[in-house]
């Protein structure tokens, strides 16, 4: 089912541009409002202001120049003084999709504590399985006993799929079993999907608020600052860093090879390279290298390795796919239950190809040790400070929905959690941009070559992308969405 959402935008003076949720009174007149339960909650009446106003807002671009207009703002997430739902009134459910991710237990438990320690409300129902989970299976009461300790394990409790989004049988379920709130966590295919279930809840006139929880491993969302898990999985991504450089450095000529997730995005595979400091050669989908002749990666082992005597690569699942591609003279057409393409193994071809060439060569006697961590950084609970984010995502996607707001996702924009409307982090990708400042940090620490002739270089800064942060200087230094802040 193809999306039809309608943004919701305003203007304001100085080019102030709003871009805002949809609120379930857009769509029924006269419902009404209740006052939110917080004001009697000892922890929230101590807190001045603890109410967000309702004019609070957050722009997208924080480094501006004295004449740029103010540009694009998302509402602020946060405790609205009025709420749309009694507590009695609220049938919650919450479902997780697509591929897994440090902290998805921790997001769960958060909405359900949430709900009932903040709003009363214990109606919480789990969907198993995914989106199919809403027609194909049956849901699982969660109650905050039942969730305590589940921040402490790694996957999802409520299990997750791929494929098998019907949105007419997912809207009558949502129907039938009388939900009103619709918790949504995963990628930017369940955020896809969620847009549609949110526009066929309107459609209908039903008032349900659909709330989306931004889940990707690969930090490739858009808009926000970074997705939960990314930095559990950068952490966990060191320990087969620490493991390949102390294979490679105990041998002779030793070479150890690391792949790490990113089927479009390359930022695990570069901030655990930037981390790391033991990394010779980063490679990601965005970055195109070339194996042999002047400038390519072959000479480029053969010289690191002369100098050093070891070396670590660190390569993201969805580089040089198109390497591969010509090699085996076909492309892997072949995809997975959402439609996702699935790749070739990039680290084992590479291992070969490297392994190949030195042979043939006759050039050096190395020894090759190929780590694949892919699944294990993945599967682990969340560590502290992704805890710490995913209670925060929860409550703020808590504080919108019993707010009446609907079709939006909780996200974290310059630091500040706001709600911003599904089809901007669906509309495109978060990329490492290899114009921008961050990846020439990486080049310079690995001083790996750039694989990128003069040409591709002029070609890539004439590209219709943002401005990047080695043109306009505007970046901020401590956010992870290289797009956005640049
Ligand atoms: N365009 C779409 N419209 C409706 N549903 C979709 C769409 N794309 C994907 N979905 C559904 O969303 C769910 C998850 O999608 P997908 O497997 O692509 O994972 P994801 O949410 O992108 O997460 P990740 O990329 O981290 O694995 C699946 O059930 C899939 O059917
Ligand atoms: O869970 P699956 O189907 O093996 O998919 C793995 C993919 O999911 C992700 O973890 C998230 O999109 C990718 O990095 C990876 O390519
Ligand atoms: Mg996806």
């Known amino acids: ?122 109606k919480v129902l789990g969907i198993d399985g995914g989106y199919r989970g809403f027609y194909a299976k049956n849901t699982v009461n969660l109650t905050p006993k039942l969730v305590n300790d589940i921040h402490k394990r790694g996957g999802t409790i409520l299990g997750t799929s791929r494929g098998g989004h019907d949105t007419m049988k997912i809207v009558d379920s949502i129907q039938d079993r009388g939900i009103n709130q619709v918790y ?95 990394v010779d050669c980063c490679l990601i989908p965005e970055s195109p290298f070339y194996l042999q002749g002047k400038g390519g990666l072959l000479e480029f082992i053969e010289k690191r390795l002369k100098e050093n005597g070891h070396m670590v690569i660190v390569i993201a699942e969805g580089a040089g796919q198109d390497l591969l591609k010509e090699e085996t003279e076909r492309a892997n057409e ?29 050039k050096m006697t190395l020894t090759l040790k190929y780590i694949d961590p892919t699944y294990m950084i993945r599967a682990i609970p969340s560590n502290a400070s992704d805890n710490v984010y995913c209670t925060l995502l929860a409550q703020s996607a808590v504080h919108g929905a019993m707010a009446g707001y609907t079709g939006f996702t909780s996200g974290l924009v310059n630091g500040r959690h706001t709600y911003i409307p599904f089809n901007r982090v669906t509309e495109g990708q978060n990329q490492v941009v290899i114009t921008d400042r961050m990846w020439a940090r990486l080049l310079s620490s690995t001083n790996q070559p750039s694989f990128m002739s003069q040409k591709q270089i002029d070609e890539s800064m004439e590209e219709d992308d943002p401005p990047t942060q080695l043109l306009d200087d505007c970046q901020d230094e401590t956010s992870i969405n290289e797009n956005e802040t640049t």
């Open 184 to 278: 949504i966590i995963g990628g930017d295919g369940t955020l896809r999907g969620a847009a549609v279930i949110y526009e066929e809840v309107r459609r209908r006139g039903l008032k349900v608020s659909v709330a989306g929880i931004p889940k990707t491993i690969d930090n490739d969302i858009p808009v926000i600052d970074r997705s939960f898990g990314f930095d559990t999985a950068v952490e966990e991504a060191q320990r087969a860093i620490n493991a390949a450089h102390v294979e490679a450095e105990s041998a002779e000529n030793g070479i150890g090879v690391v792949k790490l997730m990113g089927r479009y995005s390359g930022f695990i595979a570069m901030y655990a390279t930037l981390a790391s400091r033991d």
């Open 334 to 362: 072949e995809k997975d239950a959402s439609g996702n393409k699935l790749l070739q193994d990039v680290g084992l071809w590479i291992s070969q190809k490297i392994k190949d060439h030195f042979a043939r060569e006759g």
């Open 1 to 122: 089912m193809e999306s039809n959402y309608e943004m919701k935008v305003s203007e304001g003076p100085f080019g102030y541009i709003l871009e805002d949720v949809p609120h379930v009174s857009d769509y029924i007149p006269d419902l009404p409002t209740y006052p939110n339960p917080l004001r009697s909650n000892p922890a929230y009446s101590v807190v001045k202001q603890y109410f967000v106003d309702m004019d609070d807002t957050v722009p997208q671009k924080i480094v501006v120049h004295k004449d740029t207009p103010r540009g694009v703002h998302f509402r602020r997430a946060g405790i609205r003084q009025k709420v749309y739902f009694n507590s009695d009134e609220v049938n919650a459910c919450i479902v997780t999709c697509g591929g897994l991710c440090p902290g998805l237990n921790t997001v769960i438990r958060e909405i359900v504590h949430s709900l009932d320690y903040m709003y009363g409300v214990s």
